[in-house]
């Protein structure tokens, strides 16, 4: 296996905290650069090679650089619908608003009509995200002056309320498809590190939450394992409930995180990215009861789906580690197969991160 060549060199040396995490700020980059596979390519090679104190500014960079990027072929347009009262028509006539117009004994008319913008919601999320990273006084102000000089080529594009924004209704064509990463960047920002006052106002946070670190931890493995290891299939499979009378009406679906499969050799696994890596009960360290119980239940459905033919199917419960004393390091056999629960520890150089994501593959699929 071998690491990208375009982020091997980053050495900083600073770390973020998540609550009682601590990751290496080159390791987001790292996390990002699977998750958003544009940063890999020619052009951020020089954000790699920099030392970053805080999460910030590592996202000012990003930015900064991905805009410059997409002003180069030109901000995304789109058209919009516009209404507006003329002396002359301009597209089609609005009846109802012409009527108003002519009892307020007003000789215009109310126009609709649709006109190619720069103001659409892929722009302003960037604006409003930028804004954001420009008021916070941690980020350098090398960082502030690149976002500031590219802000001067969204002058029509509005700010708007973060919380009004409808990531899951976000689609991406030919036309916009380059806004992907700078999009998934910016929701990360304003999801995960965004925070309100008592007065209303947005302002960014120190940490990154656990909600969207859970999401990018989750993501990084995946993909990770799709880049460098093709000889395994990794994808996000649906699991089918095995119901004997064929009968899976209102059933939940099963989705997994990650699934790996070499024939008919199975290996599911759950990433967990959790402020507590067990449950704590009179002193007593557990594993978390409903993720024991969801990866079983995970792991036989997907076993009874190969009927008699010849198979392996197993399950991890992967756990972000934490700073606690206890971790979990245990494999278990559960009615004919492999569950094992197991931390990636992200404290550390990313040569050894993707050794213990190596080590896992290797143990589960042997003649690879």
């Given amino acids: 296996m071998t690491l990208n060549s375009s982020i091997g060199n980053i050495f900083c040396k600073a770390w973020s905290m998540t609550k009682n995490k601590s990751i290496f700020i080159k390791n987001i980059y790292y996390m990002l650069s699977y998750a958003f596979m544009v940063l890999n390519q020619g052009g951020y090679d020089d954000i790699a090679a920099e030392e970053f104190e805080n999460i910030h500014n590592l996202f000012a960079a990003i930015l900064a650089k991905g805009i410059g990027r997409q ?144 999401r990018l931890y989750e993501k990084f493995i995946l993909e990770y394992y799709i880049k460098e290891w093709p000889q395994i299939t990794a994808r996000a499979s649906q699991i089918a409930w095995a119901v004997d009378d064929g009968i899976g009406t209102m059933l939940p679906a099963m989705h997994s995180d990650i699934m790996l499969t070499r024939g008919s050799d199975v290996l599911i696994i759950d990433a967990k990215y959790y402020t507590h890596t067990t449950q704590t009960q009179y002193g007593v360290h557990t594993i978390h009861s409903g993720n024991l119980y969801q990866i079983f239940t995970y792991v036989k459905n997907k076993d009874v789906g190969f009927g008699k033919q010849p198979h392996t199917v197993s399950g991890m419960l992967l756990y972000a580690a934490t700073d606690e004393s206890i971790q979990p390091d245990n494999t278990y056999r559960m009615s004919g197969n492999q569950i094992s629960v197991k931390t990636l520890d992200l404290n550390c150089e990313f040569s050894e991160i993707a050794a213990q994501l190596n080590r896992i593959a290797e143990e589960h699929f042997p003649s690879c």
């Fill in 71 to 214: 002003l180069k072929h030109g901000l995304y347009r789109e058209y919009l619908n516009r209404k507006e009262d003329t002396a002359v028509v301009h597209g089609k006539i609005d009846i109802p608003g012409t009527l108003r117009n002519q009892f307020a004994r007003k000789r215009v008319l109310t126009c609709e009509y649709d006109e190619l913008s720069e103001n659409n919601l892929l722009n302003q999320i960037l604006k409003t995200t930028v804004m954001l990273l420009l008021r916070y006084t941690d980020v350098k102000q090398k960082y502030k002056n690149d976002l500031k000089k590219e802000m001067m080529f969204f002058s029509q594009v509005d700010v708007i309320d973060p919380s009004t924004i409808r990531w899951a209704d976000i689609r991406f064509q030919r036309n916009n498809n380059t806004y992907r990463m700078l999009t998934g960047l910016c929701q990360f920002v304003l999801e995960g590190m965004l925070l309100t006052t008592d007065s209303g106002e947005y302002r960014l946070t120190s940490f990154l939450c656990d909600c969207w670190m859970s």
